[in-house]
């Protein structure tokens, strides 16, 4: 769940069980402006540890799960592509991540995936490349963290 949704879900159920800001302010042991900053998505900081008790009050729960229909290597790929004139395909990347060859004339868009792409949309098409290939994601990973190295690459989370 985005913090956009969380926003929305508390304002409608608020609105649900006809409470003001006020009251859900004090029920859940916020002040009514951070009840206002929450429901406009305006709250610089909320921890986690506090938000849930404070959702439980609404009786919203958060739960953690997978996005559906997230195409990992599409949105790699489409994202690599932006400012080349070369083109790394989905199945290109595919072979890549599980064979640890960049194809050549490729290495930039590979460091694009790597450097500038969301580490979820990464984690995505390691997702989807292992399944479609066989090949156990732990392998995947490795060869991530040695183009990470041989890249020269900004973001270290690879290694």
């Not at 304002?11 to 009251?23: C, H, I, S, V």
């Not at 559906?68 to 994202?79: E, H, I, Y």
């Not at 930039?108 to 990464?122: G, N, T």
């Not at 995505?124 to 020269?152: F, M, Q």
């Amino acid at each position: 769940m985005q913090l956009y949704e969380i926003c929305r879900s508390v304002a409608k159920r608020r609105a649900e069980l006809d409470l003001t800001q006020a009251q859900l302010a004090k029920l859940s042991g916020l002040s009514r402006f951070t009840v206002n900053q929450l429901e406009t998505g305006k709250v610089k900081d909320l921890a986690i540890n506090k938000l849930i008790p404070r959702l439980s009050v609404l009786g919203i729960e958060l739960t953690a799960k997978p996005r559906p229909n997230q195409k990992g290597l599409f949105k790699a790929s489409v994202s690599a592509n932006v400012s080349y004139m070369g083109k790394l395909t989905e199945t290109q990347l595919a072979r890549a991540l599980t064979t640890g060859k960049i194809p050549p004339g490729c290495e930039s868009q590979v460091s694009v995936i790597l450097d500038e792409v969301p580490v979820p949309v990464v984690v995505k098409a390691v997702k989807e490349a292992a399944r479609s290939s066989g090949i156990a994601p732990k392998k995947i990973w490795k060869n991530l963290a040695t183009w990470s190295k041989d890249l020269h690459l900004y973001r270290r989370v690879w290694e």
